[in-house]
């Protein structure tokens, strides 16, 4: 069973940082990207924040381009998310998503987190 474990949210005011992980556990052949997605309204669509892929390239949403840091711990299999002066508008559920080739020569999957909330006050 492949899970992805986050951590990290918090309430935090305008202008802080978190910092949030996200393992994956389970037995898995590769992870070909990773990334973190939010919700921040409920019943809304989840948003792209960053993606990053195995070999280090990243992705980001242009309203957090210069402000959140995405990174990978390939033998880890975890991925973080450094946010950095943080508004009241990224306040939201954050999601991890991988896309995950459980054995040699089979498609990858998408996998997502249970979500961790980030709010941010003004």
């Known amino acids: 069973?492949?899970?992805?474990?986050?951590?990290?949210?918090n309430l935090v005011?305008?202008?802080?940082?978190?910092r949030l992980s996200c393992a994956v556990s389970?037995?898995?052949?590769?992870?070909?990207?990773?990334?973190?997605?939010?919700?921040?309204?409920p019943?809304?669509?989840?948003?792209?924040?960053?993606?990053?892929?195995?070999?280090?390239?990243?992705?980001y949403a242009d309203s957090v381009k210069g402000r959140f840091t995405i990174s990978n711990d390939n033998?880890?299999?975890t991925v973080y998310l450094q946010m950095n002066?943080?508004?009241p508008e990224d306040t939201a559920v954050y999601y991890c998503n991988a896309a995950i080739?459980?054995?040699?020569?089979?498609?990858?999957?998408?996998?997502?987190?249970?979500?961790t909330q980030v709010t941010v006050s003004s």
């Open 26 to 41: 389970g037995s898995i052949f590769s992870i070909n990207a990773m990334g973190w997605y939010r919700r921040q309204t």
């Open 75 to 77: 033998a880890k299999n």
């Open 101 to 115: 080739e459980r054995r040699r020569y089979l498609s990858a999957q998408n996998y997502w987190g249970q979500g």
């Open 1 to 9: 069973q492949v899970q992805l474990v986050e951590s990290g949210g």
């Open 13 to 18: 005011q305008a202008g802080g940082s978190l």
């Open 43 to 59: 019943g809304k669509q989840r948003e792209l924040v960053a993606s990053i892929t195995s070999g280090g390239s990243t992705t």
């Open 85 to 87: 002066s943080l508004k």
